[in-house]
């Protein structure tokens, strides 16, 4: 897959995980629920003239399309297939190669949405090819990172606020943390580098501050994640395992993240790491492959085969941590995360036998109830 495409899916996947219940629901009715294909890169590339590489890619976008359409999956926890285009309406950013490249998105008054590029591009800085960008749910910057060993800092605007060399020979993943304080990368090098991004009370930018490295793999790291407060990582490295770390440490005062488990698992690249929001469960995919784990301990549960027809490229659980998303070959799958409903009730059955009061034993009932149904719900429709 070109990295146009790539960046473009994977994109779509960020914003996704953000909006997936409405996604679900919104396209449950008028979707087919196997071999979908996510159609949105011919559509947002209507918006980027790359002249030279056009007509390439169209032949390239029909050959592939004609081999994926034989591709046809469906698995018991499979919520939906994606080729709507509701979850288009959240792409407001691309990559095309070099560039970054800012779209509007127009809502029109038939309910569709347009994309409409902004007058001019992001100044050209990277000297390689991006692998990554992201943006912080903050909204103050937005990172990209480029197959070297840059990491450029954005404001929204365009300039760049920082420079970060990751010195780790080359940069193979680069993510911004989901509560938008750390930009963090991997690479060759058996270490995941996190930095801070600091700003002042009134918001402006202050400086990019190293804060803390994940050392223990023993060779190259190819994909990690964080829960949604950053208190947790996953990684996973050629060294044949991953790895879940504390990372609620006050590294101002040289603390260091601390490794939690290791699990044995030999993957090949491309091979992705998901760590669900609430840290209560682990996904790893690699190639065709995904497997999903109880974080507790590291168990798998569950492993779903062949889920698209071609390697998976990218992989995150919604903010609710209720579906687990994958992308490859244009289009999105989302699971039903009944590992991490089975954790809850695990969870909170020990909770409710510690229960001190009334209101915090209800509470915590009301926890088990909610998702002793959405697993039924799942259950039920296996059968
Ligand atoms: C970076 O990307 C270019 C273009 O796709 C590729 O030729 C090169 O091998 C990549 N470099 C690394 C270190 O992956
Ligand atoms: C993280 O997820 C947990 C569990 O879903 C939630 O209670 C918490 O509010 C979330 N925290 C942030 C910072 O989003
Ligand atoms: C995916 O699973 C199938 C079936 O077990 C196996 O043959 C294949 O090698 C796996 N692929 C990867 C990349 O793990």
């Known amino acids: 897959m070109e990295p146009f495409a790539i960046i473009a899916v994977s994109l779509l996947l960020g914003a996704l995980i953000y909006f997936i219940s409405a996604a679900v629901t919104g396209s449950r009715k008028s979707l087919p629920q196997e071999g979908s294909i996510v159609e949105e890169d011919s559509k947002v590339s209507n918006g980027v003239s790359d002249k030279n590489t056009a007509s390439k890619k169209q032949k390239l976008q029909r050959l592939r399309k004609e081999k994926l359409q034989q591709h046809v999956f469906s698995h018991p926890l499979l919520a939906t297939s994606l080729k709507d285009c509701i979850p288009l309406a959240f792409i407001t950013w691309l990559a095309n190669e070099e560039t970054i490249r800012v779209f509007k998105m127009i809502k029109k008054d038939d309910g569709t949405f347009t994309f409409t590029a902004a007058p001019e591009d992001f100044p050209k800085k990277h000297k390689a090819p991006i692998v990554n960008i992201g943006i912080a749910e903050t909204g103050k910057f937005i990172m990209s990172a480029s197959n070297d060993t840059t990491i450029l800092i954005w404001d929204l605007k365009g300039e760049v606020l920082a420079t970060i060399n990751t010195n780790q020979m080359n940069n193979a993943y680069a993510t911004v943390s989901p509560c938008g304080r750390f930009v963090a990368s991997c690479g060759f090098t058996p270490d995941v580098k996190v930095w801070e991004v600091c700003f002042t009370k009134s918001g402006s930018f202050r400086e990019v501050m190293r804060a803390f490295d994940l050392k223990g793999h023993s060779a190259g790291i190819y994909s990690f994640a964080f829960s ?156």
């Open 228 to 383: 949604n407060d950053s208190t947790r990582m996953a990684t996973i490295s050629k060294d044949g395992t991953w790895k879940l770390w504390d990372t609620d440490v006050q590294y101002k005062q040289q603390q260091d993240p601390y490794l939690l488990y290791t699990m044995k698992y030999e993957v090949s690249d491309p091979c992705r790491i998901a760590l669900s929001p609430d840290a209560r469960v682990v996904a790893i995919s690699s190639g065709f492959n995904i497997t999903v784990h109880n974080a507790k301990m590291g168990k798998q549960e569950e492993e779903i085969l062949n889920v698209h027809g071609e390697e998976i490229t990218g992989l995150a659980f919604d903010v609710n941590s209720r579906f687990l998303v994958s992308c490859g070959d244009r289009a999105i799958r989302v699971f039903h995360n009944v590992v991490g409903y089975r954790a809850v009730i695990e969870e909170m059955e020990v909770r409710l036998k510690k229960a001190t009061n009334e209101a915090m034993r209800e509470r915590v009932q009301q926890q088990i109830s909610d998702a002793q149904k959405a697993l039924e719900a799942v259950c039920i429709r296996k059968e």
